[in-house]
């Protein structure tokens, strides 16, 4: 089981990916129906299907206005495997420190904190999400469940680095993700 454990934390950090055509064509968020700006699956080296991962927008939004935070979004993931709580915090962890300064971190600590309180181990077919809402903040929830809202737009600049930052867990899932 440790032997699965961390090959699961390695297969979180260099990660091969191949294209998904698996998530719904729009999501509603706050009763607005949202358009898919584009998907990928996750895979450690094309033999282990990690997730796939979806990011919506609003209509007409463009990478630019994701990437700045000037539009509301959802990326959402759906666990092709289950994966534990542990797992998914050391591999945030280290993404985080891979992407941000120690200035920057530090703003995020307290609610990198609670957001990483609030997760729970996944098992295959959950989803979770990361949903952007401006004025709103970022609202994590799994199988729909909203666990948690972090009310700071820095939040969610510096956390969503870890997908959607200069140095992604893929780079290929960020611009997929982006419509790239």
């Not at 997730?51 to 979004?73: H, I, K, M, P």
């Not at 956390?159 to 982006?178: A, F, K, M, T």
Request: aromatic content about 8%.
């Amino acid at each position: 089981m440790c032997r699965f454990s961390i090959l699961l934390i390695v297969a979180l950090l260099p990660v091969s990916s191949v294209r998904a055509d698996v998530s719904a064509e729009s999501t509603a968020i706050e009763g607005v129906s949202y358009p898919k700006m584009g998907e990928h699956r996750v895979t450690y080296k094309l033999l282990f299907k990690l997730y796939d991962a979806a990011l919506f927008a609003e209509a007409g939004a463009t990478a630019e206005q994701v990437l700045a935070r000037n539009c509301s979004f959802r990326l959402e993931f759906r666990y092709l495997r289950s994966i534990s709580k542990a797992t998914i915090l050391k591999s945030a962890d280290h993404m985080l420190a891979k992407n941000l300064n120690s200035e920057d971190l530090s703003q995020i600590t307290a609610a990198t904190q609670q957001l990483h309180a609030a997760y729970r181990s996944v098992e295959t077919g959950d989803v979770s999400s990361l949903t952007y809402i401006i004025g709103v903040g970022t609202i994590f929830a799994i199988n729909g469940e909203q666990l948690i809202t972090i009310p700071s737009k820095d939040f969610a600049q510096y956390y969503l680095q870890i997908w959607l930052g200069e140095r992604p867990v893929s780079v290929q899932l960020r611009d997929r993700l982006l419509g790239k």
